[in-house]
Each structure stands twice: as structure tokens, then as C-alpha cells.
């Protein structure tokens, strides 16, 4: 009697165990399927006529780095500035990549943009940086011009549906989706390493774009991992705002309203970025990484990226890399005592992953 009991005991903890790795796998594949949704949504939401790169570069070089500037074609008008720092090696052989982007206000041609490059290329990695929409070499020079605020308010002002510009975030996105095309026809590029990382704007737009593009195989989003539906509900927008100002306050002019406020803030993030505040925010789009390694580095003061929303972002990573057994390939570090700044410490830990990584 007592060995048919064990017998009988031994059966239901196996048939409990296949249960969970049962229901588990379930798990997973609607998190997949939930996430190919997701990526096809995006995709198709930035999607535009695809044109031929065109690219143009000149060559010069150092004592220690290759450079090399020059622009590509991301679509028929829009010329894409680009800088590459690649290490001095003896003839042709393939690189590992790594995409550095700028924030608001910045270009490729950053302090921080320019140390990063030569930091990777010092390393052996092919480092590159492109100018957002509206920075760089992409703004009109003309004093008293804010380009950026200005191609905004343009496309918050459009009635044509049918030509929507996204000049917040998603045409840059959709810039770096072509960038990486055009990256992979490179003969002195191994395409199966590719890493991304941005501060700030750039990291918003890192995590866009890397989250849907499985070719981007190590990413670092800086000071940019946040909820724009939690800043919203808990009236912390303010922050986010402030990068664009200007686009706010004639957007609450347009409203007729007599200051900016949440309601206005919202008709602008929903017009020009749809889907920021479900399907595209960063809590629901950051667990499309896992298993890649990612990184994620915020500050505990950041009033762009509020913690308690970040912390939304970090928690659905977690549950992601759990799931997927991947905890080791996801690191989050918080600045306890930073506002939004990216601080040397980060940048010596975003080199490292890449560095472990790629």
C-alpha cells in the first residue's frame, strides 16, 4: 500500500511540474505574439516609401582613428549626416558597431558624442553618430530659429492627415531603422554586431528603434526609460514638456486655452507621438529586448524621467528577462542623487556593457 502510494505521489509531482512548464510556455507565447504586435504596429505606423541609401563619405585619419563624414538617404529629401570613427587596422576586416545618438539641443559633433566615438574605436569597435531631424547639420541657421520647435508646431498644425510628419522622436527613429539598413551593406561591417545606445532624446529614440529591430543586439538607453502615461495621470509631464516649450505654449494657444496643462500636453503627445500612452510607451515596448543584453541608465532626480515611471519601465524588463531566463543580460543602475544629466560613472558603465557584450 505504502509503495503505491509513493508511486501515485511520484506521478502528480511530475505531472504538477509539466503543468507549470506548461502554463509558462503559454506564458511566453503570448508575450510574443502580444510583441510581434507591437513591432508590426510601429512599423507600420512609420512606414514610408523606401529610397536607395546614396551614401557619400570623405576619409581622412589620425595618429590612432579612422574618420570618416559624410550622409546617407533615409528617404528621397532627407540627407542624413553622419560621422564614423573606425580603429586604425590593416586592411579590410568586418567591425562591430556601435550607434551613439545626441540629445535635445545636441549633434554628432557633441563633447560627449566625439569622446564615446573615440573611446569605442580605441577599442576596436566602428563608432558612429548621425544627426537628428532638425540638429546639427539638419537645422536652418538662421538666428533667432528654434528648428526643432518649429518642425513641430508644423506638424501639430497639419490637417492633412494623410502626411503626418512625426518630427518628435519618430522620423529620427525611423532614420536609425535605415541607418542600420544602409550600415549592413558595408563590407567592413559585421552585421550580426550591432549596438545602440542616446542620451536623453537619443535614448528615447534608441529604445524605439531597438526595441522593434532584432538586428540591434546590445542596447544602452541613457537618462531615457521612463512612462509618458504615468507623467501624465500623475501630473509629472512637466519635465518632458519643457524640452519643447515652446510647441506647448502655441498648442495651448491653439486650443484656446490660457497656459499649457495636462489636457494640451496630452493632444500633442497623442497626435504627433500615437500611441505614446499604450502600445508604444516604454513600459509596454522595453520588454521586446529580452534576451539581448540592455542596460538601462536613469538618475533618481531626473524631473524628464520621473522614477516612479521608470520604475514601470524597469519592472516590465524584469518580468521580460524572467521569463525568458535572461536575467543576466539586463543591468538597471539609478544615480541616486542626479537630476538629468548623463554622468561620467554612466558613461564608463555603458562602455563596459558594450564592451562585455558586443
Known amino acids: 500500500m505504502r509503495a503505491k502510494l509513493k508511486y501515485t505521489t511520484f506521478w502528480k ?7 507549470i512548464l506548461f502554463f509558462t510556455d ?11 504586435k507591437i513591432s508590426q504596429d510601429f ?8 529610397v536607395a541609401p546614396r551614401p557619400s563619405f570623405q576619409s581622412f585619419s589620425t ?42 539641443g545636441g549633434s554628432k559633433e557633441n563633447a560627449d558624442m566625439k569622446d564615446l566615438l573615440y573611446r569605442f574605436s580605441k577599442l576596436g ?13 539638419r537645422l536652418n541657421t538662421l ?15 497639419n490637417k492633412d492627415s494623410a502626411h503626418q510628419q512625426h518630427p518628435f522622436y519618430f522620423d529620427t527613429v525611423y532614420d536609425l531603422w535605415k541607418l542600420v539598413d544602409y550600415l549592413c551593406t558595408r563590407l567592413d ?31 544602452v538607453p541613457v537618462i531615457a526609460a521612463q512612462s509618458f502615461r504615468w507623467s501624465l495621470e500623475n501630473n509629472r509631464w512637466q519635465g518632458r514638456a519643457k524640452t519643447i516649450w515652446g510647441v506647448h505654449e502655441q498648442a495651448a494657444k491653439d486650443r484656446g486655452d ?52 521608470a520604475k514601470l519601465a524597469f519592472d516590465a524588463a524584469t518580468k521580460s528577462y524572467r521569463q525568458r531566463n535572461a536575467l543576466n543580460k539586463l543591468k538597471i543602475d539609478v544615480e541616486p542623487n542626479e537630476p538629468h544629466r548623463f554622468t561620467p560613472r554612466h558613461k564608463e558603465m555603458a562602455i563596459a556593457w558594450f564592451k562585455q557584450w558586443l
Open 43 to 50: 512599423k507600420a505606423l512609420l512606414n514610408r516609401p523606401s
Open 143 to 157: 538666428p533667432g530659429h528654434n528648428n526643432y520647435e518649429e518642425a513641430i508646431i508644423k506638424a501639430w498644425q
Open 258 to 309: 490660457t497656459g499649457v496643462n495636462q489636457q494640451n500636453v496630452a493632444a500633442v503627445w497623442n497626435k504627433l507621438l500615437p500611441g505614446i500612452t499604450g502600445e508604444f510607451d516604454c513600459p509596454s515596448m522595453i520588454g521586446l529586448f529580452a534576451p539581448r543584453p540592455l542596460l538601462l541608465l536613469n538618475a533618481a532626480k531626473d524631473q524628464n524621467c520621473p522614477l516612479p515611471g
Open 189 to 219: 561591417v559585421d552585421s550580426s554586431r550591432i549596438g545602440m545606445m542616446g542620451i536623453s532624446k537619443g535614448g528615447i529614440e534608441t529604445w524605439m528603434a531597438a526595441s522593434v529591430d532584432k538586428r540591434i543586439k546590445v542596447v
Open 125 to 137: 569597435f566602428m563608432a558612429v553618430a548621425i544627426d537628428g531631424r532638425h540638429f546639427g547639420e
Open 63 to 104: 595618429d590612432s582613428v579612422l574618420v570618416e563624414r559624410g550622409a546617407f538617404y533615409s528617404e528621397a529629401n532627407e540627407k542624413v549626416p553622419m560621422l564614423i570613427y573606425k580603429p586604425v587596422l590593416g586592411g579590410m576586416k568586418k567591425l562591430p558597431i556601435v550607434i551613439c545618438l545626441h540629445g535635445t
Open 13 to 19: 509531482f511530475w505531472i504538477f511540474l509539466l503543468g
Open 26 to 36: 503559454l506564458v511566453v507565447d503570448a508575450q510574443l505574439i502580444a510583441g510581434d
